[in-house]
């Protein structure tokens, strides 16, 4: 009988979520959704090319310090997911298998002590459970991530759960990030992306083909200082050229 009610109760989450996808309430609702499945105190999902140039963070929710969450975040970012030993395994596997969402629970006692402290003992979490998805149309890698300060965080009902469900769970967010970034347009995804005002205004003049001396022109800019603008958003981007920036709008 619970079963029967907590499945009918995360199929109208679900339907909820499906209903705003692209839009601002649907983290709200797929975390509660979540709740249901197995508690969860923080949600991290990162974003990897094919060739390993860009990574992105683009889910970033720690339930009790949002702050942390977001340090967190640029913390693996900043090189610490090259020490994750969980990625790279579940990398191999999607890639032998793109059409499954291969998951793994992870204890934080099974970690490199600096990786551990960093990640699991300054937040206080004692297990993750991660999957990755592989999007077929920029074959870009989803890893995502749900952790948990409980030291049983995941029950076998639980874990069950979360594992039946990833692939669905998976396939959800791909959508919503494409229907998101299509709502912002380029502007508002590039802003997310961490870039300056101004580097975003010139990054779409480029895009428009805007060379640096037109975009100059017209912003009353000097030239040096719109391959400079570009320079530093490009950096930020970690692409190289303007085909890259086209990907990745």
């Given at each position: 009988m619970y079963s029967r009610v907590l499945n009918q109760a995360v199929s109208d989450q679900l339907a909820g979520c499906i209903d705003s996808l692209g839009s601002g309430i649907f983290y709200p609702r797929f975390f509660q959704?979540?709740?249901?499945?197995?508690?969860?105190?923080?949600?991290?999902?990162?974003?990897?090319?094919?060739?390993?140039?860009?990574?992105?963070?683009?889910?970033?929710?720690?339930?009790?310090r949002p702050d942390l969450g977001l340090e967190l975040a640029s913390l693996y970012l900043d090189g610490a997911y090259l020490d994750d030993p969980m990625l790279e395994e579940l990398k191999a596997?999607?890639?032998?298998?793109?059409?499954?969402a291969p998951c793994q629970l992870l204890e934080k006692r099974h970690l490199p002590p600096i990786?551990?402290?960093?990640?699991?003992?300054?937040?206080?979490?004692?297990?993750?459970?991660?999957?990755?998805?592989?999007?077929?149309?920029?074959?870009h890698l989803f890893y995502i991530n749900f952790y948990s300060k409980k030291e049983a965080a995941f029950?076998?009902?639980?874990?069950?759960?979360?594992?039946?469900s990833s692939s669905l769970m998976g396939s959800l967010l791909l959508k919503h990030f494409r229907d998101e970034r299509k709502r912002r347009g380029v502007?508002?995804?590039?802003?997310?992306?961490?870039?300056?005002?101004?580097?975003?205004?010139?990054?779409?003049?480029?895009?428009?083909?805007?060379?640096?001396?037109?975009?100059?022109?017209?912003?009353?800019?000097?030239?040096?200082?719109?391959?400079?603008?570009?320079?530093?958003?490009?950096?930020?981007?970690?692409?190289?050229?303007k085909s890259e920036l086209v990907k990745f709008v």
């Open positions: 959704m979540m709740r249901l499945l197995a508690p969860i105190d923080q949600y991290m999902v990162f974003e990897f090319s094919p060739n390993g140039d860009y990574a992105t963070c683009r889910l970033a929710h720690n339930i009790e596997s999607v890639l032998n298998s793109p059409d499954d990786y551990r402290r960093r990640f699991f003992n300054v937040p206080n979490f004692d297990t993750k459970f991660s999957f990755v998805v592989l999007d077929p149309q920029s074959q029950a076998d009902t639980q874990l069950n759960a979360l594992k039946q502007v508002k995804s590039l802003l997310a992306s961490g870039l300056s005002e101004r580097e975003a205004q010139i990054c779409n003049m480029i895009l428009k083909g805007h060379t640096a001396k037109s975009i100059g022109n017209d912003l009353a800019l000097s030239e040096s200082t719109v391959i400079t603008y570009k320079k530093r958003a490009f950096d930020k981007l970690k692409i190289n050229r």
